[in-house]
């Protein structure tokens, strides 16, 4: 199966419902993508995406290098807005709605879909004012900031380290915590999503199991989408998995594609294309 939404359509009470493998309707699915394309200074440098993303699960995003892993997530929060060049083609759903029609203010998207990048990316301020940072930006006087603050720092299993010294630089942390630091600043805007490129590729194997056990707690509220290089994380912590792959035309082009999306599972015991075995078995990649 290339991409399949969740499920098939049937008829239940005489509208049209979508009822899905996780026993989902349609208006419950988180993002639907259908037939995706974006390019870079007019070449296309990933196409035709399909795939649904369910809510409270984790998405995992598997391929080699230049796949085109980065630049769909990037879809998924119209920060492909802020590359110049960049064109986004097909059609993004959230929550039913087109994420990418005129009336969506993308810089609100943004805010409310954050993200999580390999490198943590704390500002040059204190650690309380990195999580504060978002509320700020979106109210003009954010009320219960200091809850919202120790919330967000206890949801990302970081409070209890830092609650001495919220004043501090947050440069001042480790890379594992500012990892955990820049998830509680994505947290504190109370997100629905949470998009995460590679977030444990430049920790250690602690602070990466730290990440991973964090992801596996905020599932319960939260939908991850993540990127990975580490197939044994996306094995570990996803609950489906979507394997892209490049695709060599005869000019020499390179695209990325969509060459299997399915549970974790059926991916990495039993996936349906050869190309999928080859990579998950490192065979190619
Ligand atoms: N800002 C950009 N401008 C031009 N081309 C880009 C840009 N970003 C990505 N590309 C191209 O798009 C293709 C997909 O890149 P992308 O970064 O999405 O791949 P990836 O799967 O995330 O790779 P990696 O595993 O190395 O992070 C590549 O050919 C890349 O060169
Ligand atoms: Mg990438």
Redesign the pocket.
């Known amino acids: 199966m290339t991409g399949s939404p969740l499920g098939a359509a049937v008829e239940q009470d005489g509208a049209m419902t979508v009822a899905t493998a996780s026993g989902l309707t349609t208006s419950e699915i988180v993002y639907r993508v259908n037939d995706l394309e974006v390019r ?2 007019g070449e296309p ?2 196409t035709d995406l399909t795939l649904d993303i369910a809510p409270r699960e984790i998405t995992a995003i598997i ?10 997530l990037r879809c998924l929060n119209r920060m492909n807005d802020l ?1 110049s ?2 064109e986004v083609v097909g059609r993004v759903e959230y929550h039913g709605h087109d994420l990418y029609a005129p009336e969506v203010d993308a810089v609100e998207v943004r805010r409310r879909i954050g993200m999580v990048f390999q490198q943590p990316n704390p500002f040059p301020k204190s650690i309380y004012d990195n999580v504060a940072f978002g509320p700020r930006l979106r109210e003009r006087r954010p009320a219960g900031l200091a809850d919202r603050v120790e919330a967000a720092l206890t949801r990302a299993a970081l409070w209890d380290e830092v609650k001495d010294k919220l004043k501090s630089n947050a440069l001042s942390l480790s890379g594992g915590q500012q990892q955990r630091l820049c998830i509680a600043r994505a947290l504190a805007v109370e997100p629905d999503v949470i998009l995460m ?2 977030p444990a590729s430049a920790l250690d194997p602690i602070a990466t199991a730290r990440i991973e056990d964090l992801m596996a707690e905020l599932k319960r509220d939260y939908t991850i989408v993540i ?1 990975t ?1 580490n197939m044994q994380q996306a094995a570990r912590v996803s609950d489906r998995t979507a394997f ?1 792959t490049t695709d060599v035309s005869p000019g020499g082009g ?1 695209v ?1 594609r969509l060459v299997e999306f399915d549970s974790t599972d059926v991916i990495f015991t039993a996936p349906s294309d050869a190309r999928t075995e080859g990579y998950i078995t490192g065979r190619y990649g």
Do not use: I, Q
């Open positions: 870079y200074g440098a990933v391929g080699p290098s230049g796949s085109g892993k980065s630049t769909f590359v060049g960049a490129d590679e990127v290089h892209l390179r990325g």
